[in-house]
């Protein structure tokens, strides 16, 4: 049966943690991709801050090849990562034992990666090689998917259904909108920028699910 796992690593175990120690208040995100033997995802989200040359703020890794800045509104910036393949990390592992990546979130508290497997053994490969390789990881949950998930909730982590939900009912996606980021923001007690980043995360993950289902079935 397929089986969700969440992994925590901690935050300078990873190639990108190297921008805490120059930002320590960010967010950075993972942009969601099934990983392959030959496509580790290159897209990332650096939220919470603003600076005229977030590159630097990366310092050198051996696991980041390089980094380039794609796009920016106010403090949200979107990179794309050339990693070092012969660096073994989370990722890499993710896409030897190709187990698709759901979420990816770091702050300098922790990384968190959610995953899914076909069955539990997938995810016990993955924990397997992390450990062969030294790679700190922790496991703080794993459930299977039950018949009674819908494939729009299989794809939403519980934060980003809360979001969408709540952002549908109080007619965030009507013409005009009905209720701003910063008030959905505060009745979810957290910040807007947070707000944005899980609707967009939820979009993206129910859009890649229903477009892989059209094309299945074209």
């Not at 120690?21 to 989200?45: G, K, N």
């Not at 073994?88 to 497997?117: C, M, S, Y």
């Not at 699910?209 to 299945?216: D, F, G, H, N």
């Amino acid at each position: 049966m397929a089986t969700e796992a969440t992994f925590t690593v901690p935050p300078d175990q990873f190639p990108l943690g190297t921008v805490f120690s120059q930002l320590p208040t960010v967010t950075v995100e993972l942009e969601r991709l099934i990983p392959a033997q030959d496509v580790v995802i290159p897209y990332f989200w650096v939220r919470g801050t603003e600076v005229d040359d977030i590159e630097s703020a990366f310092t050198e890794h051996p696991g980041v090849q390089g980094i380039r800045l794609v796009d920016s509104v106010e403090d949200e910036y979107l990179l794309r990562v050339e990693w070092g393949l012969d660096y073994d990390d989370v990722l890499t592992i993710l896409a030897e034992t190709e187990v698709p990546l759901i979420e990816a979130t770091g702050t300098h508290k922790q990384w968190t990666f959610e995953v899914r497997g076909d069955d539990r053994s997938d995810v016990a490969d993955f924990q397997r090689r992390c450990r062969e390789l030294d790679i700190p990881i922790t496991l703080t949950e794993l459930h299977a998917l039950t018949p009674v998930e819908t494939e729009t909730e299989a794809v939403l982590t519980d934060t980003q259904q809360e979001a969408l939900v709540l952002a549908y009912e109080r007619g965030y996606f009507e013409s005009p909108r009905e209720v701003t980021l910063e008030a959905l923001g505060e009745e979810l007690g957290i910040s807007q920028q947070a707000v944005g980043s899980r609707l967009r995360g939820g979009i993206n993950n129910v859009l890649g699910s229903t477009l892989s289902a059209l094309t299945a079935h074209s």
